[in-house]
Structure formats: structure tokens, C-alpha cells
């Protein structure tokens, strides 16, 4: 990935993954949207959110890592 090195991995809903690891992943509110968090340095707190309307799933393949 340009953004980062190692590289993002997607974790679906399963929540950021921590331990040096840059990640994203995404929950789904109740109004039916998706919110996607970026860790950019792996330590498991979101460094950016994202809200994506009218969005309740997400694929490795809708992002660019």
C-alpha cells in the first residue's frame, strides 16, 4: 500500500487489530450506514473515521489498501 508500510489489512466487523498491525474495519449503525475506522500505525485506536450513508456491508475490495 502506498498509504502505509506494512500495508493495510482488512478485518471486516471483527474491530481494528492492534499489535504494530494497520488495519481497517467497520461497524454498521442502526440508520443502516457503515462506519469505518482506519488504524494507520497498529495500535488499535482509530486514527480516522469515516461514514459511509446507506452502506451495510463492506468488502477488502471496496477499499484501496
Known amino acids: 500500500s502506498e498509504l502505509s508500510d506494512p500495508p493495510f489489512t482488512f478485518n471486516g466487523t ?3 487489530l492492534g499489535g504494530g498491525a494497520p488495519s481497517v ?3 454498521v449503525n442502526g440508520g443502516g450506514n457503515a462506519i469505518v475506522s482506519l488504524d494507520i500505525d497498529g495500535d488499535a485506536t482509530a486514527d480516522l ?6 452502506t451495510d456491508t463492506l468488502a477488502a475490495s471496496d477499499f484501496l489498501l
Open 49 to 54: 473515521v469515516l461514514l459511509v450513508l446507506n
Open 14 to 16: 471483527g474491530g481494528l
Open 25 to 27: 474495519s467497520y461497524s
